[in-house]
């Protein structure tokens, strides 16, 4: 089954640029979506299709994906956006999810 | 706006089956596809499964044998039933709408229910 890679933890300052990365084989020929959750609550939705952003997400969050990596940038990171971040991709009519990384903003 | 609801024990013994039902409303279920994903207290996401909206399945291969997704359009809900269990299947399981194709993401969400594998 398809493997998605993450760091464990990132952590950043208020007001700078948190980069969380996902890398899977051949990521970049998938597309990536980005999910948040905040402790005990369900999974939002961030980012699809690689770089889109659903109705009611900040600008602030941002997504690129190419060769074996997806990244989720968010510049100007808020203590509102300490959360889990995972990453998805599709391979074969089957959905894997990255292992998660908790983002710190202090 | 869409709504899903997770119903079913919170309890199961050990080796039995576990069975959860997903309600839908503001969506019809023949309109997308749907998913069901898990948490172990304190773990990542694992997606079990999705049945599309023209009925047909796909499972992750490590639960394939145990799982199965069905559907009743004429109460708008899908249901999943995971057999054998054991205490490695306690978590969360949250049951999901796919937005549209392959990386449109999974836009809604129930809230999640806990199911316990103990004696």
């Known amino acids: 089954s398809y493997e998605l890679t993450q760091a464990p933890s990132v952590s950043v300052s208020p007001g700078q640029t948190a980069r969380i990365t996902c890398s899977g084989d051949k990521l970049g020929d998938k597309y990536a979506c980005w999910y948040q959750q905040k402790p005990g609550q369900s999974p939002v939705l961030v980012i699809y299709q690689d770089v889109k952003r659903p109705s009611g997400i900040p600008e602030r969050f941002s997504g690129s994906n190419s060769g074996n990596t997806a990244t989720l940038t968010i510049r100007g990171a808020q203590t509102m956006d300490e959360a889990d971040y995972y990453c998805?991709?599709?391979?074969?009519?089957?959905?894997?999810f990255g292992g998660g990384t908790k983002l710190t903003v202090l | 706006q869409v709504q899903l609801q997770e119903s079913g024990p919170g309890l199961v013994m050990p080796s039995e089956t576990l069975s959860l039902i997903c309600s839908v409303s503001?969506?019809?279920?023949?309109?997308?596809?749907w998913s069901w994903i898990r948490q172990p207290p304190g773990k990542g996401l694992e997606w079990i499964g999705y049945?599309?909206?023209?009925?047909?399945?796909?499972?992750n291969p490590s639960l394939k044998s145990r799982v199965t997704i069905s559907e009743d359009t004429s109460k708008n809900q899908f249901s999943l039933k995971m057999s054998s269990v054991t205490a490695a299947d306690t978590a969360v399981y949250y049951c999901?709408?796919?937005?549209?194709?392959f990386g449109d993401g999974t836009d809604y969400w129930g809230q999640g229910t806990l199911v316990t594998v103990s004696s």
């Open positions: 503001g969506d019809s279920i023949t309109s997308h596809s």
């Open positions: 998805q991709a599709w391979d074969n009519y089957t959905a894997a």
């Open positions: 999901a709408r796919e937005g549209g194709g």
């Open positions: 049945i599309s909206y023209s009925g047909s399945t796909n499972y």
